[in-house]
């Protein structure tokens, strides 16, 4: 007798092929419903729609009135259930050796639709129920979640089908904890935090040789690829991310962003993507080298000759120039990663941001704080200039991306120092003036956090800086702004504090 498989699969890639070896390799029946059944009929493969099987309630014995669907029956159907097997046989149904069902992610459900109503319409029902009759019945029914277990469930013995169960109950209750979450946020509710990570792959190691290390599956990921198929390490990954976190604030522009050990190096924006890449590097050339390069748009030819010739551990890009790949393809240091996720839609990825410490889980709104020009306050006498006020909000962002206590110096879209893990706002201000030297003069100084005496104003009217924009919010406020006007110096209070850890 034909062992017989039931598809209903929402990620349609391999179908057709797995489908036809299951017909004419390993005799299978196949049952398909939806889209899933005419992507087969069309493909000329030989199959069953699932919408001939008629309900079969009333038919079954007693212990199995609960189940109202022929096809369900079918999946928990097993060689111990003799009543079961002889009633699905009186309405000529065969069980399923195999169950083939993957669900539309929710998450991009989600993204799709603000509707709450419509996001509810299509929550899968009948797909989560057959994979957890399916997974219950894994001694007599093989479950099949991913397409990259297609092949390797053909073969499975017993072992193999557990282990396929236990992929398909992680992914049936991680989609409960997705409808949770989203009906939670509706009403307003967060009683407790649900979160499920599957481990993607191990890593050669952590944050050093002796840690362990792995990365694992959050639920919502940028979606990228690794070009040139080399392994991102631990360290790359978390560097990776910060580029990325400072290109998308500038996704719309030129901008290149150079990051070593998690903090900015390196910022600025050009008309090109090559002047901004040599204004970036020009910040701190030797912290650059082997550092993680982010650019926010395509990277040319130009850009990668230069990269080339230094030490770059990792580039990270919208995309890239064939030319480009091709220069790059000549250096085997080099790591490429694409960004498929737009830079716009990146900023909408991560809402929330949680730590894990022995005194608890810790658990914030990500830092989505964004500057209008239109609110903040020019509280001293002497007025910025357009372009003066272009630059403070340019620093304004890449101090809030460097860690507290931190200053930026920068003139014409670029960061001329960046001094970022004081203990104190007094020494990040001496050393950024100190590095930026003759760099600072009419350039704009942005602190993360409050000014707190009037010695970081004098040092700033020495360096003959232009502008200052910080939080405010100080009891000695008023001081430092008489300061700035006996000096003829701007200031703007934002009532932003930018605090990063």
Sequence with gaps: MKRRAFISVYDKVGLIEFAKNLVEKFDYEIVASGETFEVLRNANIEAINAAEFSSTSGLLTAEYNFLSETILAAVLANSDDSKLLTDLERIAVKPFDMVVVNLCPFEKLSLESGNIDEIISKIDISGITLLRAAAKNYKNVTVITDKIDYYLALNANEFGRLKLATKAFYISSNYDREVFQLLAEQSGEKPFKTFSLEKLRDLQYGENPHQ??????????VDYEVINEKELTFNNILNVTEAVNMVSEFYDVNCVAIIRHTKPCGVALGRSLYEAYTKAFDCDPVSSF????????????????????????????????????????????????????????????????????????????????????????????????????????????????????????????????????????????????????????????????????????????????????????????????????????????????????
């Excluded at 362990?212 to 990921?221: E, L």
């Excluded at 020019?378 to 460097?402: L, M, N, R, S, Y």
């Excluded at 003959?464 to 406020?477: A, C, E, F, Y």
Aim: charged letters at 25%.
């Design 212 to 221: 362990r290390g792995a990365v694992y599956k959050s639920g919502k990921m």
């Design 290 to 501: 082997y550092g993680v390069v982010g650019f926010s748009q395509a990277v040319d030819a130009e850009v990668a000759k230069h990269i080339n010739s230094m030490a770059v551990e990792v580039v990270v890009a919208p995309d890239y120039d064939k030319e480009a790949i091709e220069l790059f393809n000549d250096n085997p240091d080099i790591k490429l990663v694409k960004l498929k996720t737009s830079l716009k839609d990146y900023r909408k990825l991560t809402v929330e941001e949680i730590i894990l410490t022995p005194f608890g889980a810790l658990v914030q709104d990500r830092n989505n704080s964004e500057l209008d020009k239109d609110k903040f306050k020019v509280v001293t006498q002497e007025k910025p200039t357009p372009e003066q006020i272009e630059d403070a909000v340019f620093a304004w962002k890449v101090v809030k991306h460097a860690k507290t206590n931190s200053v930026v110096i920068a003139r014409d879209f670029k960061a001329i120092a960046i001094s970022q893990g004081y203990t104190n706002a007094i020494s990040a201000v001496e050393h950024a003036l100190e590095y930026a030297c003759d760099g600072a003069k009419e350039a704009v100084l942005a602190s993360d956090s409050v000014l707190p005496v009037e010695d970081c104003i004098y040092s700033a009217v020495q360096s003959r800086v232009s502008l200052i924009i910080q939080p405010g919010g100080s009891i000695k406020d008023q001081s430092l702004i008489d300061v700035c006007d006996k000096y003829g110096m701007a200031m703007i209070t934002t009532g932003i504090r930018n605090y990063r850890q």
